[in-house]
């Protein structure tokens, strides 16, 4: 009776399933069946035709799964560099389908659907020890940014997974696996970096004597020689503000949203009141409310998470800010930090207005 009651504790992590498989499969029912769909090819790059159609980040995820290569598959990378860091997810898929062409675009699925079911356990888990009410775990399971990858062989899903395994690992005082978490997630996802430097500075303002930090300044060293490779290999290292046409981190606070106005007036109205209560309000208050943790001499992981992650979106790039989707999956470490933050801390409003984030659900619909 105890283990069945255990076991519907973690009802947020099977409801997440069925709607990240649910939208999976409506995704698929628009492809004919066809997992490649999911991907969205690119006639551009998979052809490569100057004047062919774009597709979307998947494709790249798919390129690298079918023949990791550098020097094959750098024809069909935007940026070679930059596309080619992430290398866990399409390698992941590529072993998973035993290397058979035909079964590695359902591989690139069925690691997305785990990894969304696996990160919200996770999460859920944590709430659990924490003794707060396990619904709050559907703010990041429920969170479009994650669920949009799973339908579309994205790699937020499995970076993010991964994230929380390594905060759920250092909570439970399991320094070495935490950082290794980390490591993976840094081969997953460049995102990872932020999450990284958390966990460091929190690490660097303990005691000397703790040897925390050490690990983790391993994983930093780990991921530069990552990049060093890149770098040797395709002339660039692999950590940018974003692939083809993408534009520079601002200078000044969201400049990155402010530009809109030069396209359309309209535009940057609608952004706004989209995006202002929703995207931009949260990463100011993330700010302040970490900026103010540290004047009072506080320091621990959540509090550096917080400030990074808040900061990453003032800076954002014009590119990031014009286009919904991009911005929405930045924006998930931004929901990480503040949730796992709020728990931490007890803070119950803002885990309250959290919820309200589970709306932009609606949009995959669009």
Same mark, same amino acid.
């Given at each position: 009776?105890?283990?069945?009651?255990?076991?519907?504790?973690?009802?947020?992590?099977l409801?997440?399933?069925?709607?990240?498989?649910a939208?999976?499969?409506?995704?698929?029912?628009?492809?004919?069946?066809?997992?490649?769909?999911?991907a969205q090819?690119?006639?551009?790059?998979?052809?490569?035709?100057?004047?062919?159609?774009?597709?979307?980040?998947?494709?790249?995820?798919?390129?690298?799964?079918?023949n990791?290569?550098?020097?094959?598959?750098?024809?069909?990378?935007?940026?070679?560099?930059?596309?080619?860091?992430?290398?866990?997810?399409?390698?992941?898929?590529?072993?998973?389908?035993?290397?058979?062409?035909s079964?590695?675009?359902w591989?690139l699925?069925?690691?997305?659907?785990?990894s969304?079911?696996?990160?919200?356990?996770?999460?859920?888990?944590?709430?659990?020890?924490?003794?707060?009410?396990?619904?709050?775990a559907?703010?990041y399971?429920?969170?479009?940014?994650?669920?949009v990858?799973?339908?579309?062989?994205?790699f937020?899903?499995?970076? /993010?997974?991964?994230?929380?395994?390594?905060?759920?690992?250092?909570?439970?005082?399991?320094?070495?696996?935490?950082?290794? /978490?980390?490591?993976?997630?840094?081969?997953?996802?460049?995102?990872?970096?932020?999450?990284?430097?958390?966990?460091?500075?929190?690490?660097?303002?303990k005691?000397p004597?703790?040897?925390?930090?050490?690990y983790?300044?391993?994983?930093g060293l780990?991921? /530069?020689?990552?990049?060093?490779?890149?770098w040797?290999?395709?002339?660039?290292?692999?950590?940018?503000?974003?692939?083809?046409?993408?534009?520079?981190?601002?200078?000044?606070?969201?400049f990155?949203?402010?530009?809109?106005?030069?396209?359309?007036?309209?535009a940057?109205?609608?952004?706004?009141?989209?995006?202002g209560p929703?995207?931009?309000?949260?990463?100011?208050?993330?700010f302040?409310?970490?900026m103010?943790?540290?004047?009072?001499?506080?320091?621990?992981?959540?509090?550096?998470?917080?400030?990074?992650?808040?900061?990453?979106?003032?800076?954002?790039?014009?590119?990031?800010?014009?286009?919904?989707l991009?911005?929405?999956?930045?924006?998930?470490?931004?929901?990480?930090?503040?949730?796992?933050?709020?728990?931490?801390?007890?803070?119950?409003?803002?885990?309250?207005?959290?919820?309200?984030?589970?709306?932009?659900?609606?949009?995959?619909?669009?």
């Amino acid at each position: 009776m105890v283990r069945t009651k255990n076991i519907i504790q973690y009802w947020p992590a099977l409801l997440v399933l069925i709607v990240s498989l649910a939208y999976a499969i409506w995704r698929l029912s628009s492809f004919d069946g066809d997992p490649v769909g999911l991907a969205q090819i690119g006639t551009r790059f998979q052809d490569g035709d100057p004047s062919g159609s774009e597709g979307y980040d998947g494709q790249f995820a798919y390129y690298i799964a079918q023949n990791p290569n550098p020097a094959g598959v750098r024809s069909q990378l935007d940026v070679p560099a930059y596309r080619y860091q992430r290398i866990l997810y399409p390698l992941l898929a590529r072993a998973l389908a035993l290397k058979n062409p035909s079964w590695i675009p359902w591989a690139l699925l069925l690691i997305n659907l785990g990894s969304q079911f696996v990160g919200t356990l996770l999460f859920t888990r944590h709430l659990i020890a924490e003794n707060v009410p396990t619904r709050y775990a559907l703010i990041y399971g429920l969170w479009v940014g994650l669920i949009v990858g799973v339908g579309a062989d994205l790699f937020e899903p499995l970076a /993010f997974a991964l994230i929380a395994a390594a905060w759920l690992a250092r909570s439970q005082g399991r320094w070495r696996m935490s950082y290794l /978490f980390l490591l993976f997630a840094l081969l997953t996802k460049e995102i990872a970096v932020v999450f990284w430097l958390a966990a460091l500075f929190a690490d660097l303002l303990k005691s000397p004597r703790n040897n925390q930090w050490k690990y983790g300044l391993l994983t930093g060293l780990v991921f /530069f020689v990552w990049q060093l490779w890149l770098w040797i290999e395709f002339g660039e290292p692999g950590l940018a503000s974003g692939g083809a046409m993408a534009t520079g981190f601002e200078i000044f606070p969201y400049f990155g949203l402010l530009r809109i106005v030069e396209v359309s007036l309209a535009a940057f109205i609608l952004f706004t009141i989209v995006f202002g209560p929703t995207i931009v309000l949260p990463s100011i208050f993330g700010f302040f409310t970490a900026m103010r943790r540290l004047m009072q001499k506080e320091s621990n992981i959540h509090i550096w998470a917080l400030l990074f992650n808040s900061l990453l979106i003032t800076f954002l790039p014009h590119s990031t800010f014009r286009e919904p989707l991009g911005l929405l999956r930045v924006a998930t470490g931004m929901v990480f930090s503040i949730t796992w933050y709020a728990v931490h801390y007890r803070a119950w409003r803002p885990l309250n207005y959290a919820m309200f984030w589970i709306a932009f659900l609606a949009l995959i619909v669009r």
